[in-house]
């Protein structure tokens, strides 16, 4: 299976698009070759404009060149783009709701040596929390690559959160795609596992190994975070019974929160939320945090385990 | 030389070989930055502020904030270096567990006065450190260190506004003015000069140096003391100084060194 970065995927992504589409302007604030923005930076080096270490004004600068009839790309770390310039994105972009695509890179605890400084758990709950905003975390880089077409073909602001380590991939490259769609990857009766990014390999490979068991599990790709596939969620919960919900972010405000909130409402099941319990990340490798953090297929298993006997 | 500055290059470049060897072993980090902040480092550790590793939290200490926070390795040396932790845990850098973050963590690391790593936040929590100072009229000062991309974050001018506002005339901040930042030179990614001439219109006392001669930072210190204002030393460096290979390229910014190229840079960095 191979494997590619979603930050990969996006910078590949983007320079095909670029091509097509010459409305698209493409901006960073000094990460461009961690972000895979520099391939289009090559490629279309009028069409891409640095704004320096400055993320709150290139949001601002985004939002202007979106109200003139482009379609801007800006680029930077998670922490830096929804957290830095949180209220830039929500009054300049969103309020507005202007066309402005923000692919933020390096979310997530994956980023790795750079330490809680660097590591992003809660993006996806600021954006998630702003009107307008659609937010997308792609799986893997065959969806990335369809993300970002759909995301420059969807007319208002989209917050694509990507990864900086390499993931599996999950998909074909002709498999559709649809914003607002969750794909189920694996089907099973026991228990629905709701996943967004890096999370749904681990989700895949805990459904393989809780087979082994006897124990069969759905599988659900959550890539659009919001709007949630309201459809998807409650036909998991009535024909499984059982939810577990894995992310690379705070269980507080991101994906477990989105769906926990909708089962509350309108359809009450035992949920197990996998994701960081209210902890700032810290330096160590990937791998090595996502144990720590308990975000790995075995924890994955643990969860699915605890809420069929919750059933 | 007198030997006072023979002794303090002596530590720069100890503080070089450490910065060096740790960035190696971590296998990830920033040593560009880290070793154009070395001389300024050394002598605010070495010979300026008035600090007590052995009771670190002592309120009337100076203080430094790395706001460029990516050069942890440089305070890190000289924080082991004057005796607030073992040398040895310098290996453990950006490891799982470890005391020394990738970023500077003050909950982590006792002598570390403000965690940092996100560009621009550093300096305004300088400020805050002197403007405390001055409310309690206490007489230590605050030292600062950012960097020349750094400064085109907003944050650091709406800093600067408020630190000439209120005359804080005990914070001392060291511009590390070497010209690049990760994309390229600070001149093509977004400039930000003039800049003696940006700072003297904060209202923020102005001295230019070479930042890597001791006795010129010293002597800008003693010299910024003198003033009414915050103190701007812009102290033009070479990024990578030390490490020939590492000198002036933008591609050293933020990758280690492999094990062979750790043992050519050491060999540069023998003592006499
Ligand atoms: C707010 C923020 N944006 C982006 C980064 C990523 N980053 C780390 S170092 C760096 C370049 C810094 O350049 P400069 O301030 O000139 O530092 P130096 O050359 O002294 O290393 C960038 C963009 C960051 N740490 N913080
Ligand atoms: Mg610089």
């Known amino acids: 299976m191979s494997k590619v970065a979603t930050r990969d995927a996006y910078g590949q992504a983007l320079v095909e698009l670029g091509g097509q589409y010459s409305d698209i302007i493409v901006l960073d604030a000094d990460l461009s070759k961690s972000t895979k923005t520099a391939k289009f930076k090559e490629t279309y080096p009028e069409r891409f404009f640095s704004a320096g270490i400055a993320e709150a004004n290139m949001m601002g600068v985004a939002a202007g060149l979106a109200a003139a009839g482009k379609v801007p790309f800006a680029s930077t770390f998670a922490i830096f783009a929804a957290g830095r310039a949180f209220e830039q994105i929500r009054n300049s972009i969103c309020y507005p709701d202007l066309n402005v695509k923000i692919a933020a890179t390096h979310a997530g605890v994956t980023v790795g040596a750079d330490g809680g400084s660097h590591q992003s758990i809660e993006d996806i709950a600021l954006m998630r929390a702003v009107p307008n905003m659609t937010v997308l975390v792609p799986a893997d880089g065959v969806s990335t690559a369809h993300l970002i077409k759909l995301a420059y073909q969807f007319a208002g602001p989209v917050y694509i959160r990507l990864g900086r380590t390499k993931v599996d991939t999950v998909y074909q490259k002709d498999d559709f795609f649809a914003i607002g769609e969750a794909k189920m990857v694996r089907d099973g009766k026991d228990a629905t596992i709701i996943a967004c990014g890096l999370m749904v390999q681990e989700a895949l490979q805990a459904a393989r190994e809780l087979s082994l068991s006897g124990i069969t599990t759905r599988v659900l790709d959550m890539a659009t975070v919001k709007p949630l596939d309201i459809g998807a969620v409650l036909r998991a919960a009535k024909e499984t019974k059982a939810i577990v919900t894995a992310e690379e972010h705070s269980i507080i405000g991101g994906l477990g929160s989105a769906v926990t909130s909708l089962l509350a409402e309108h359809h009450p099941v035992p949920v197990q939320m996998v994701g960081v319990r209210d902890r700032f990340g810290q330096s160590g490798d990937p791998a090595e945090l996502l144990r720590e953090y308990g975000l790995t297929a075995d924890d994955i298993i643990a969860a699915v385990k605890k809420v069929i006997s919750r059933k | 030389m ?95 567990g470890s005391p020394l973050q990738g970023h500077p963590d003050m909950q982590k690391l006792t002598g570390v006065e403000m965690s940092t790593g996100s560009l621009g936040q550093g300096f305004s929590a300088a400020v805050g450190m002197a403007l405390a100072g001055q409310v309690d009229q206490q007489s230590y000062y605050t030292y600062a260190i950012i960097g020349d991309g750094e400064l085109q974050e907003g944050q650091v001018w709406e800093a600067a506004m408020f630190a000439a506002h209120h005359k804080l005339r005990n914070l001392i901040v060291f511009l590390d003015f070497n010209g690049l930042q990760i994309d390229g030179q600070v001149e093509c990614v977004m400039n930000v000069q003039p800049l003696p001439d940006k700072w003297q219109a904060f209202g923020w006392a102005v001295q230019q140096i070479d930042g890597h001669d001791l006795r010129a930072i010293c002597g800008a210190v003693s010299q910024a003391k003198q003033e009414e204002q915050p103190s701007m030393i812009v102290a033009h460096t070479v990024k990578g100084k030390g490490v020939s290979f590492m000198e002036n390229q933008a591609g050293w910014h933020g990758s280690a060194p492999s094990s062979e190229q750790v043992v050519h840079a050491l060999k540069e960095l023998e003592g006499r």
Not at chain 2, 16 to 34: C, K
Not at chain 2, 36 to 59: C, G, H, Q
Not at chain 2, 73 to 85: K, N, S
């Open chain 2, 2 to 96: 007198s030997c006072r500055y023979t002794e303090l290059a002596d530590q720069a470049l100890a503080m070089r070989r450490h910065i060096i060897t740790m960035i190696g072993e971590a296998g990830s980090g920033h040593p560009g930055g880290s070793l154009s902040s070395a001389d300024i480092v050394t002598a605010l550790y070495f010979e300026l502020m008035n600090i007590r590793p052995k009771n670190p939290n002592w309120p009337e200490r100076d203080r430094f904030v790395l706001s460029k926070g990516h050069a942890a390795p440089v305070l890190y040396a000289a924080l082991a270096m004057r005796g607030f932790f073992p040398l040895t845990k310098l290996k453990t850098l950006r490891k799982l």
